[in-house]
């Protein structure tokens, strides 16, 4: 509850009675001293009277949807019951918001009668991602006479929580462009057995190093090997966590919403999706549709830049190519740390299919002559190229690596 406070009628009020006091030591008036101190006493008596009759309400507070992307607006609804056996007066009221979401301008509530309710309803808007606490709510009423007010907060805080905004990257990509002729497979076994391995007809635009000599002899005709997976194939994403600048970065908001694009993008297409950070683990690594995708745009929604690097990010995304056989889309997303913070994800792009870094700032740009010495593919990214446009970027380049012959990282 705010402290009661005089209104302007209030001031003008107290202000009189002091003048009739005044008059009435001056002249020796006695009428003028009882209406001196009526007129003083009484905003007194007001500020009092509005502080202690505060009303009995209750708020059930509730957002359509939970969550939202950035820049798009929620709708906040606050059904406000009288739980008084007294009617509640009129009141104005606003809802409590950070700066992000923007001031929500007074406006009248309704008087409710003893057990009645009524909908407040408004529209909260984010630009930025984040958990946001809206609430309480915040009433304020005045005396009958106008001349005292009194804030008073009501109900609960709840938290809207604002997503990055997943932008559609379109049909096509890096990982559907791997050198493969026009047969490209998403579904593929890295390592398969013997057993896993289908022969079929060979088609214009099949790689040679996929012919299956034996089958062909056999047959009488050039034959492929198609290769199955028995599980849906992974991809990984290595998001630059680690701050290396006193100002906030915008480039971070880029890599933030980049990430979520692709990751939506590959669950869409029916991979298991993990992402690795540069700095202390905040995201619970691998998803998969159903449901994965809100989850990790929920936990994206609260991740921030810190100082702290985790050390061993290049170790575990190792880890994780190996045990999946190798062979894996893996996109690495650049934003602060500097080129020889990189020095140990160069080597794993023979575990990876495609291989392909997102440089987000000039910082980011510094590692592209170890990167692409390795085989990796790099995109220029930063604040002119949008998420759909450095996608496509991506695709061409990993398009001309492999009309050029690139496979693997190696000239064949």
Same mark, same amino acid.
């Given at each position: ?31 003028? =001293?009882?209406?001196?101190?009526? =007129? ?34 929620? %709708? ?19 809802? &409590? ?6 001031? +929500? ?20 808007? $984010?630009?930025?991602?984040? &958990? ?6 915040? *009433? ?12 008073? $907060? ?36 890295? +390592?398969?057995?013997?057993?896993? *391995? +289908? ?29 199955? %997976? ?8 290595? =998001? ?7 100002? &906030? ?12 694009? +692709?990751?939506?993008? !590959?669950?869409?297409?029916?991979? !298991? ?45 190792? !880890? ?27 080597? =794993? ?14 910082? &980011? ?23 759909? $446009? ?21 000239? *064949?």
């Amino acid at each position: 509850m705010s402290r009661p406070v005089p209104t302007l009628r209030g001031w003008v009020v107290g202000a009189c009675g002091v003048l009739a006091l005044a008059g009435a030591g001056w002249f020796g008036r006695v009428d003028l =001293l009882f209406a001196g101190l009526l =007129l003083t006493l009484t905003p007194l008596a007001a500020m009092l009277a509005v502080a202690f009759d505060r009303p009995w309400l209750t708020v059930r507070r509730s957002y359509a949807p939970d969550s939202v992307p950035a820049g798009d607006g929620a %709708q906040v609804r606050l059904e406000v019951r009288n739980e008084s056996s007294r009617p509640a007066p009129a009141f104005s009221w606003f809802d &409590a918001a950070p700066a992000e979401v923007g001031a +929500i301008a007074p406006r009248a509530f309704p008087s409710l009668a003893p057990g009645d309710a009524a909908t407040l309803r408004y529209t909260a808007r $984010a630009g930025r991602r984040g &958990a946001y606490l809206l609430g309480p709510l915040r *009433v304020q009423r005045s005396d009958p006479f106008g001349l005292a007010r009194c804030g008073y $907060a009501v109900g609960e805080s709840k938290v809207l929580l604002v997503t990055p905004r997943a932008v559609p990257l379109g049909r096509g990509g890096p990982e559907q462009a791997r050198g493969e002729g026009h047969d490209p497979e998403l579904v593929r076994h890295s +390592i398969p057995s013997a057993d896993e *391995v +289908i022969p079929r007809d060979y088609r214009p635009g099949d790689a040679l190093r996929r012919v299956q000599w034996r089958a062909s002899a056999r047959t009488g005709k050039l034959m492929v090997r198609q290769e199955e %997976q028995r599980s849906n194939p992974e991809a990984w994403v290595l =998001l630059d966590t680690v701050h290396t600048h006193d100002a &906030a970065s915008d480039d971070f908001e880029r890599a933030v919403e980049l990430t979520a694009s +692709i990751c939506t993008h !590959l669950l869409e297409l029916g991979y !298991l999706v993990g992402v690795h950070e540069t700095g202390p683990r905040r995201l619970s690594g691998v998803y998969e549709l159903p449901g994965g995708d809100h989850v990790l745009l929920a936990q994206l929604a609260a991740l921030e830049q810190g100082r702290e690097n985790d050390g061993d990010y290049a170790g575990r995304l190792s !880890l994780s190519l190996r045990a999946g056989g190798g062979g894996s889309p893996v996109f690495l997303v650049l934003v602060d740390a500097p080129a020889e913070s990189w020095r140990d994800v160069v080597p =794993l792009r023979r575990f990876a299919d495609p291989a392909v870094a997102f440089l987000m700032s000039a910082t &980011a740009r510094t590692a592209r002559a170890s990167l692409e010495a390795g085989g990796w593919v790099c995109v220029d990214a930063d604040a002119g190229v949008d998420a759909p $446009a450095a996608w496509a970027r991506a695709a061409e380049a990993q398009r001309g690596r492999a009309r050029a012959g690139f496979v693997g990282g190696r000239h *064949v």
